[in-house]
């Protein structure tokens, strides 16, 4: 956003807020693919170790259940560095880095766009003077999560149960594979727009939290930059 408005031409501060987001969730998919791989690899060896024992599901995570069973995940992971290391071994290097990879560029695109455009109004606002330098970066910063989740969680849904899959080496895909549209529709056709935003009271309560630290913590760094950039 720095460099857009020093080298653009743009004279909106939304639009700019807009490419930077946009940026900003297209490079970082390529580091969240993976992480997010091993992470949902872990969490649904765990859930599919329950299943069987009739535990309820609570979290934001639960569409997988049915691909969990599908996909059959008999290796116990230990650790992440061993999941990853197993998902390299059984499914190959391009596994690990881009299966999911392109959902995982729908979502975040979006996501971020939301997030920078929410948090700039929202800085720039009436409101931001009347709540001051401390309470507004904590309450806008919440509202940005909100604002980034809420329109993109339903995409984050399919995103998991893409990834939750296995696949075979040299990217070749199982019988039982099922692509982002056909998990859309099964996810439709079993519950509905509401199955679509199961789990999303306890994301928006960390994201809320998560990006209220957030933007506090950024804004008090840049009250201590700005006073030395302007004098330098």
Same mark, same amino acid.
């Given at each position: 956003f720095l460099w857009l408005e020093k080298n653009s031409t743009i004279e909106s501060n939304l639009i700019k807020m807009a490419?930077? %987001? &946009?940026?900003?969730?297209?490079?970082?998919?390529?580091?969240?693919?993976?992480?997010?791989?091993?992470?949902?690899?872990?969490?649904?060896?765990?859930?599919?170790?329950?299943?069987?024992? %009739? &535990?309820?599901?609570?979290?934001?995570?639960?569409?997988?259940?049915?691909a969990c069973t599908s996909s059959s995940l008999p290796l116990v992971y230990n650790n992440e560095f061993e999941c990853a290391k197993l998902i390299v071994k059984n499914e190959g290097w391009r596994a690990l880095f881009f299966h999911g990879l392109g959902i995982t560029i729908i979502r975040e695109i979006p996501s971020f766009a939301f997030y920078f455009v929410a948090y700039g109004v929202l800085a720039r606002s009436a409101m931001a003077d009347m709540l001051g330098g401390h309470v507004a970066p904590l309450l806008f910063g919440a509202m940005a999560g909100w604002a980034m989740w809420i329109p993109t969680y339903p995409i984050d849904i399919v995103k998991t149960i893409v990834q939750v899959q296995t696949v075979e080496k040299k990217g070749k895909k199982k019988k039982d594979f099922m692509n982002s549209s056909q998990i859309t529709a099964k996810i439709y056709r079993t519950g509905g727009i509401r199955a679509f935003f199961d789990g999303l009271e306890p994301k928006l309560a960390r994201a809320a939290i998560k990006h209220a630290v957030t933007f506090w913590v950024y804004e008090v760094l840049m009250g201590f930059l700005r006073p030395r950039s302007n004098h330098g």
């Open positions: 490419i930077a %987001g &946009t940026l900003a969730g297209l490079l970082s998919s390529f580091v969240v693919s993976p992480v997010e791989l091993v992470k949902i690899r872990m969490q649904a060896q765990n859930k599919h170790g329950s299943s069987t024992s %009739g &535990t309820n599901h609570k979290k934001d995570d639960d569409n997988y259940d049915d």
